[in-house]
Nanobody
């Protein structure tokens, strides 16, 4: 059974940094795409960053230049390096993975909380 487990969340002051990790287990294939999403209370879930099987990345405009998505295939781990954090980055962050041939997300982690204080 596939599983995604996030870690690395926490509380930080504005301007600080955090690195989120997502360990994938149970996969017998390389996902077409993996990504990070976030959801703040009262808001819809939004895509933050995505990376495909060949390493092509994309970012939400709100995090461009501050966040970096990467993956270590040998460790089955997805990362999100978050720098210059702002209070508006406060949210629950989720890791997601697609299938092998379809890039539609269908597996989700349980989330990790990021809180940025001003």
């Amino acid at each position: 059974q596939v599983q995604l487990v996030e870690s690395g969340g926490g509380s930080v002051q504005a301007g600080g940094s955090l690195r989120l990790s997502c360990v994938a287990s149970g996969y017998t294939y390389t996902s077409c795409r993996m990504g990070w999403f976030r959801q703040a209370p009262g808001n819809e879930r939004e895509g933050v960053a995505h990376i495909d099987s060949v390493g092509t990345t994309s970012y939400a405009d709100s995090v461009k230049g501050r966040f970096t998505i990467s993956k270590d295939n040998a460790k089955n781990t997805l990362y999100l390096q978050m720098n210059s954090l702002k209070p508006e980055d406060t949210a629950e962050y989720y890791c997601a993975a697609s299938g092998r041939w379809s890039c539609e997300y269908n597996d989700w982690g349980q989330g990790t909380q990021v809180t940025v204080s001003s």
